[in-house]
């Protein structure tokens, strides 16, 4: 699968979370970057750079990486989105399904979306 589809497919799950009402005047995209040795970093991780925009107010990610690997890898594991407004900002929340197969996953866990 390609960073495309899969940023697409990232993008139609948060969609199903929000209001119907509000999708028409929401901008959501997400543009990523992904360096799949994982050596730039040096601990086994993938290195990602990850933007979210929604509405127009940029969201950031911390572990988006290991997420969107899996979709692009299709293993073994899932994820889990939550969509809160809370203070007038949209988070996007994300719980995944560890599994302990792949070079992907070294111990940390992830953070959630953070607004910048």
């Not at 929401?26 to 929604?54: M, P, V, Y």
């Not at 990610?61 to 899996?70: C, R, S, W």
């Not at 809370?86 to 560890?98: A, L, S, V």
Request: with cysteine.
């Amino acid at each position: 699968m390609s960073i495309v589809n899969a940023s697409v497919r990232v993008i139609d799950e948060i969609q199903k979370m929000l209001p119907e009402e509000d999708l028409q005047s929401r901008n959501l995209r997400i543009a990523a970057r992904i360096d799949l040795d994982g050596d730039k970093i040096g601990r086994g991780f993938q290195l990602f750079q990850s933007e979210l925009t929604l509405n127009d107010q940029i969201q950031a990610f911390e572990g988006f990486n290991i997420i969107v690997a899996n979709i692009l890898l299709q293993m073994y594991g899932s994820f889990t989105l939550t969509c809160v407004e809370k203070n007038g900002k949209t988070r996007i929340n994300i719980i995944p399904e560890r599994s302990f197969t792949s070079q992907l996953y070294k111990g940390e866990t992830l953070g959630t979306a953070k607004n910048i």
